[in-house]
C-alpha cells in the first residue's frame, strides 16, 4: 500500500510542487488549502502523515494542528515554518506535532522527517490499538468539523485526563458511545479494555448480577462464583449505557460504588474495593424522570459535574458531506469496491431530512444506497424506499429567512462562533440570535 501524505498550506502552487514531488517518490499525496479541508480529507482519506504550514493566511496553523491531534491522536503531523517563527514551531511540538522543518524547505531533509514520522508513528500508536482488540478500521474515530462537536471533544479530552465520572447526553444515534470510547483512549487507563454494559437490555435481578457479579450459592444454581462487570473492569472503565433505564434499586447501589469504589456480590458478605472510570450515557432527559420519580436525584448530581451533550446530526448539517465520504469510503473499503459518489439531487435530499435516528442513521442509508446503487454514483432511486417519503426538516420558509439564516451562518464562521460578537455585527438583541439559531437549528457552542 501507498504511503498517503497530506500537505496543507494555503498556496496552491506550493501544495501542487509538493504533491508531485513526493508522488514521483512513490508517495500519494492530498492537499488541502485551509483547516475545513484538512479537516475533511483526515476523515475521508487514510492519511499516514500531514505536512502542515503553521501559516494559512488569516488561520493559524496552531489551531489546525490543536484539532488533527484531538481528532487523530495516532495521525503524525510535520508543522512547515518560517525562520522566524522557531519559537511557535517549539510550541507546536509541545501540542503533539511530532516534528517540523524550515521553509525555505529542503527536499531530501524534509522526505527524512516525513519517513521517520511515518516509521516512528507505525511503532508507537498501533500497538496500543492492537492491544484495545480493535483493528485499525475498528478505531473509533469521530468525524465532524462542527464547532460544537469539536468543542465537546476537547472538553472529553480534557476529563480523560481525569477521573470524574462522566454522563454523556444525546439522542439515539448521536454518537454517544463512540465518544466514550474517545475518552477512554485518552486516558491513562487505555491499555485496558474498557467494559460496556447496556442497562436496558436486561431485567432487573440480571443486570444487578451482570453489574455486582455473586458469589457461589447465592441463589438456586449459583455453583460458582461470578464476577460482574464492575469487578472486571478494575484499573479500566466501564460504559454504562442508556442509564435511565435502570430500576431505583440498582441506582442505589451504583451511587454507592460511585461513593465509595466498592461493591459486594449477590450473597457475598465482604466488600471488594474496585478501582473503576465511569462513563455513562442516556437519551432520556433526566430531570424529568426525576420528576416523575424514575431516576434519584443524588445519582444526577453525582454524575452531573461533568456532562457532555451531542447535538442531534439535523442541528450540524455541516458535518453530513463529511460524514457521507466518511462512510462511503468505508463501505468501500469493507467491500473491497471502488469508493462511489452520491448525485447533487441526494446530498439535497440528506441535507433536508431531520434524521431521528442521527448519524446511525446516516450511517445506515449510505451502507443501503452503496449496496444497491449499481453505478459509481448513488442516485436518489437508490435510497431506501421508505426514506423518501420522510417528513423533511423545517426548512426556511422564504427567500427571506434562507438569506437570514445563511447570514447568521457566515457572521458565526467570520467571530469564530462568539454569539455576542456576532449578535452586534447583525445588529440584534443576544435573545433574538438565539431564538434564531433554535428556529434554524444552527447549533454554536457555548
Ligand atoms: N461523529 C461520528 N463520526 C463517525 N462515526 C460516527 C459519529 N457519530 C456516530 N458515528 C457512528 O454512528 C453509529 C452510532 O453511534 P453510537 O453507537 O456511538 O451512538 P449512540 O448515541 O451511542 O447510540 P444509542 O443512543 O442508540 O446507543 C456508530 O456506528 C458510530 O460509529
Known sequence: MKKTLLIVDDKLKLCETLAQTFEQIGYQAFYALNGRE???????????????????????????????????????????????????????????????????????QLVNVVENAIHLSAFSTVPQERQYALTEDEFPCIVTQH??????????KKLAATDLPVLITGENGTGKEILAD?????????????????????????????????EKGAFTGATTAFKGVFEKADASSLFLDEIGDMSLAIQAKILRTLQNREIRR??????????????????????????????????????????????????????????????????????????????????????????????????????????VSAHPTIELE??????????????????????????????LEKTSYNKKKTAELLNMGRKTLYRKLKKYGIAAPE
Open 38 to 108: 484538512a479537516l475533511r480529507m483526515c476523515a475521508t482519506q487514510q492519511i499516514h502523515v500531514v505536512l502542515l504550514d503553521m501559516m494559512l493566511g488569516e488561520e493559524n496553523g496552531i489551531d489546525v494542528l490543536k484539532q488533527i491531534v484531538l481528532l487523530y491522536q495516532h495521525l503524525p503531523v510535520i508543522m512547515m515554518t518560517g525562520y522566524a517563527s522557531v519559537e511557535t514551531a517549539v510550541q507546536s511540538l509541545k501540542l503533539g506535532a511530532c516534528d517540523y522543518v524550515k521553509k525555505p524547505l529542503d527536499f531530501e
Open 266 to 371: 449477590l450473597g457475598g458478605h465482604n466488600t471488594i474495593t474496585v478501582d473503576v472510570r465511569f462513563i455513562a450515557a442516556t437519551n432520556k432527559d433526566l430531570k424529568k424522570l426525576i420528576q416523575a420519580e424514575k431516576f434519584r436525584e443524588d445519582l444526577l448530581y453525582r454524575l452531573n459535574t461533568a456532562v457532555l451533550s451531542i447535538p442531534p446530526l439535523r442541528e450540524r448539517q455541516e458535518d453530513i458531506p463529511l460524514l457521507l465520504d466518511y462512510f462511503l469510503r468505508q463501505h468501500s473499503h469493507a467491500n473491497a469496491a471502488q469508493i462511489k459518489h452520491v448525485s447533487d439531487a441526494v446530498q439535497e435530499q440528506l441535507r433536508a431530512y431531520h434524521w431521528p435516528g442521527n448519524v446511525r442513521e446516516l450511517k445506515n442509508v449510505i451502507s443501503y444506497a452503496a449496496a
Open 382 to 411: 437508490d435510497l431506501p424506499p421508505d426514506f423518501l417519503d420522510m417528513p423533511q426538516r423545517h426548512a426556511p420558509e422564504n427567500i427571506r429567512e434562507e438569506m437570514e439564516k445563511n447570514l447568521i451562518l457566515s457572521m
Open 182 to 214: 474517545f475518552i477512554h483512549l485518552h486516558s491513562t487507563r487505555k491499555a485496558h479494555k474498557m467494559l460496556k454494559i447496556n442497562c436496558a437490555a436486561f431485567p432487573e435481578t440480571l443486570l444487578d448480577n451482570e453489574l455486582f457479579g455473586h
Open 147 to 156: 464547532p460544537a462537536m469539536l468543542a465537546i471533544c476537547q472538553k472529553a
